[in-house]
C-alpha cells in the first residue's frame, strides 16, 4: 500500500512539473511572437513623421519627471492626451534624454503587449495550439503595417495603444481572478481599471463598463454570485478612486483638458461619417483592396493580400455572434458560468460600443482618415475572440480545412512584409531618426545664428525644441487665418502679441521668467498653421508682417530668409518690459510657483 501511494505521488509530481514546464514553453512562445510584433511595429514605424502631437506629449512627459508631476500650467485637447503616454515617454526620455527617440520606442513596447496580453487571452488552459493563436498571428502579430496609411497609427502615439495595453492587462487579470480568486489578480484588476479612469474615457468606453456590466449581469443571472460581487466592488472602487484623484488634481491646480461636446451624428453627415467608418474598418483589418490590382508589381499593390485576409474576419464575425447567444441563453443547465466566459462577453460589450460610438457619435476627426483609431477595440478584440472562441475557427465543415483557410492570409501577410521591407514611397521625408528637410534647414539657420529661444506655430515648435535636445527651445503660438486667407499672429493684451497655442502647451511659457536670459528672441513665420493647408495660402505679404513685428517688438535685428518660411530675429528688451507692464505681479507669481523643466532653463 505503502509503495502504491509513493508511485502516485510521484506520478502526480512529475504531471505538475511537466504541466509547469509545459506553461512556461508556451508563454516563451507568445513573448517570442510579441517581441516579433514589436520588432515589426519598430521597423516600419520609421515611415511616419513625429509631429507637433508627440513632441509635444513627450515634452508633457519630461516635465512630469522634472519637478511638475501635476502638470501645472499644462491645457491638454480630449483627444489626443492620455496620461499612460505622458507618464512613458518621460520615463523613457530620463534614459535616451531628451530627443526623437522615446516617440519611436514607446509605440512599439505597447503594441509588443498588446500582442502578449492577446495571446494570453486567447488560448485556455484547455485548448493551446498553434492552430488556436491564427486569427492573433494574422491580424495583431503580422497587421498590415505596408500598407501606410491609415494604419499606421499602430506606430505612432498618443493613439489609445497604452490604453489598449492596460485594458488587455486588465482583462488577463479579470480571466485569472474567475478561475482562482488570487489577491495578486485582484490588485491588478484594481490597479488598471484606476489607471484607465485617471488617464484616457476611451478605456472606460470598452473595458470599465463592459466589466460592469458583465458583472451585473452574472449577479442577476445567479451564476457564481460571490464572484461576480467581489469582481463589482472592485472595479467600482477603482473607478471611484480614479475619479476622486483626477478631482484632486484638478482642485490642486494640475492640467487642464479641453471638454468638446459629444453627440450624435447628423443625418445630412452621416452617409460620409459612415463611408468614412466603413473604409477606416477595412484599413485596420487590412482587408482594402479597392484601387489594387490583383497582381501588383509590389506587396502593398496586390490584392490578393487583403482578399485573403477575410479569411480572419470572418471567425471574429462568428465568435461574436456565439458570445451574444450566450449572454442571451445563459450556460446550459448543470454548466457553471465558465461556459459562458465573462471575459469574452466584456470583450464584446467593448468591441459593440465602441463600433456604435465609432459609427454614429461625431466625433472631432469623424471625416479624416485618423477616426481608425477609435476602432482599435473591434480590431484587438475581434481576433480574441476569434481564437478564445474554438468552434469559430471551422467556418467551413471541416476544421481542419477551416484552419488551412486561415493559414493562407498569415503567408501572404509574411510575403507582403517582406518584400516591403526595404521599400519607401516617393512621398516619405523621414528616414530613420530625422526631420522633414523644412526643419532640418531651420534648425541649421538657428545653430548657425546662435539662437537658442523663440516662438513658431504649433506644428513647428515643440519638434524643434525636442529634436534639439532643449539647446533650442521654440514654443507655440497661434497663427490665425481670417476670410480674406490673410495670416496674422493673433493679438492678445495681456501677452504683448504672443498668443499661445490652443493646446498641448504649458501657458507659464509664455511669461517674463521663461524670456529672461536671452538678448534676443526669434520668430518663425511664413509657414500656415494647419499642415493640411496649400503653400499658396500662406497668408499675409512680408511688409505686412514685418510691421505687425515692427509695432510689438522693435525692429527686427536680422531677417533670415528660408525656403517658405522667414527667421525674425528681435532684441528682447521690449518685449521683457511689454510683459514686466502688462502681465503684472499675479503673472509673474504664476511663473514662481510653476516648476519647469531645467533643460528649458538652459
Not at 512539473?17 to 520609421?46: D, P, R, T
Not at 478584440?381 to 493562407?408: D, H, W
Not at 510575403?415 to 521625408?429: C, D, G, M, P
Request: charged share 15%.
Amino acid at each position: 500500500m505503502e509503495i502504491l501511494k509513493y508511485k502516485l505521488y510521484n506520478n502526480h509530481a512529475e504531471l505538475e512539473y511537466s504541466y509547469k514546464n509545459k506553461n512556461v514553453i508556451i508563454f516563451l512562445y507568445y513573448v517570442v511572437l510579441a517581441i516579433f510584433s514589436s520588432f515589426l511595429c519598430y521597423h516600419f514605424g520609421f515611415r511616419y513623421v513625429r509631429e507637433a502631437d508627440q513632441s509635444s506629449t513627450l515634452l508633457a512627459g519630461y516635465e512630469f519627471l522634472h519637478g511638475n508631476p501635476l502638470l501645472a500650467g499644462w491645457k491638454m485637447p480630449s483627444d489626443s492626451f492620455w496620461l499612460e503616454d505622458v507618464v512613458a515617454t518621460g520615463l523613457i526620455s530620463a534614459v535616451t534624454g531628451l530627443s526623437l527617440r522615446p516617440l519611436y520606442l514607446l509605440p512599439p513596447i505597447w503594441w509588443g503587449l498588446i500582442t502578449l496580453f492577446s495571446c494570453i487571452l486567447s488560448c485556455s488552459t484547455k485548448r493551446r495550439s498553434f492552430t488556436s493563436l491564427l486569427p492573433v498571428l494574422v491580424l495583431l502579430v503580422l497587421p498590415p503595417f505596408q500598407d501606410g496609411g491609415a494604419i499606421g497609427f499602430l506606430t505612432l502615439m498618443p493613439y489609445h495603444l497604452g490604453t489598449m495595453a492596460f485594458v488587455l492587462a486588465g482583462l488577463t487579470c479579470i480571466d485569472r481572478f474567475l478561475k482562482n480568486r488570487r489577491a495578486i489578480y485582484a490588485i491588478g484588476i484594481s490597479a488598471t481599471v484606476f489607471i484607465v479612469c485617471v488617464s484616457d474615457p476611451f478605456g472606460q468606453v470598452c473595458f470599465v463598463m463592459p466589466a460592469v456590466l458583465t458583472a451585473a449581469w452574472m449577479w442577476c443571472r445567479n451564476h457564481d454570485r460571490d464572484v461576480a460581487r467581489n469582481l463589482l466592488m472592485l472595479v467600482l472602487a477603482a473607478v471611484v478612486l480614479g475619479m476622486s484623484v483626477a478631482f484632486l488634481r484638478q482642485s490642486l491646480g494640475g492640467f487642464r483638458s479641453a471638454g468638446l461636446p459629444v453627440f450624435f451624428c447628423s443625418l445630412d453627415d452621416f452617409p460620409a461619417h459612415f463611408g468614412m467608418s466603413v473604409r477606416s474598418l477595412l484599413d485596420l483589418f487590412g482587408i482594402n483592396f479597392f484601387g489594387l490590382s490583383l497582381w501588383g508589381h509590389q506587396a502593398h499593390h496586390m490584392a490578393i493580400v487583403p482578399l485573403a485576409r477575410w479569411a480572419s474576419v470572418l471567425p471574429a464575425v462568428m465568435a461574436l455572434r456565439s458570445t451574444l447567444r450566450a449572454i442571451a441563453n445563459g450556460p446550459a443547465k448543470g454548466r457553471d458560468i465558465q461556459a459562458v466566459d465573462p471575459v469574452a462577453i466584456m470583450m464584446s460589450i467593448g468591441l459593440i460600443l465602441t463600433l456604435v460610438a465609432g459609427i454614429f457619435i461625431n466625433p472631432l476627426l469623424s471625416h479624416s482618415e485618423e477616426i481608425i483609431r477609435f476602432f482599435s477595440p473591434v480590431l484587438i478584440f475581434g481576433a480574441i475572440l476569434a481564437a478564445r472562441t474554438g468552434p469559430a475557427l471551422s467556418i467551413l465543415k471541416s476544421p481542419v480545412l477551416g484552419r488551412m483557410v486561415m493559414v493562407l492570409p498569415v503567408v501572404l501577410s509574411v510575403f507582403a512584409l517582406s518584400v516591403e521591407w526595404t521599400v519607401r514611397k516617393e512621398s516619405e521625408v523621414a528616414i530613420g531618426l530625422s526631420l522633414p528637410r523644412d526643419r532640418q534647414s531651420i534648425i541649421r539657420a538657428l545653430e548657425a545664428n546662435h539662437l537658442n529661444f523663440g516662438y513658431a506655430n504649433y506644428w513647428h515648435a515643440s519638434i524643434i525644441t525636442v529634436e534639439t535636445g532643449g539647446h533650442i527651445v521654440a514654443r507655440p503660438i497661434n497663427l490665425l487665418s481670417d476670410g480674406k486667407q490673410q495670416t496674422r499672429i493673433a493679438i492678445l493684451a495681456k501677452l504683448c502679441g504672443i498668443e499661445p497655442s490652443g493646446w498641448l502647451r504649458n501657458e507659464n511659457w509664455y511669461t517674463k521668467q521663461y524670456l529672461s536670459g536671452n538678448r534676443e528672441f526669434f520668430i518663425l513665420s511664413g509657414y500656415t498653421d494647419a499642415p493640411q493647408q496649400s503653400a499658396g495660402q500662406t497668408g499675409s505679404s512680408p511688409t505686412d508682417i514685418e510691421q505687425y513685428f515692427d509695432d510689438r517688438f522693435g525692429k527686427a535685428k536680422k531677417i533670415i530668409p528660408l525656403e517658405g518660411a522667414t527667421l525674425y530675429v528681435f532684441d528682447s528688451e521690449k518685449l521683457m518690459t511689454c510683459l514686466s507692464h502688462q502681465t503684472g505681479t499675479a503673472a509673474l507669481q504664476t511663473s514662481r510657483d510653476s516648476p519647469r523643466p531645467n533643460v528649458m532653463m538652459q
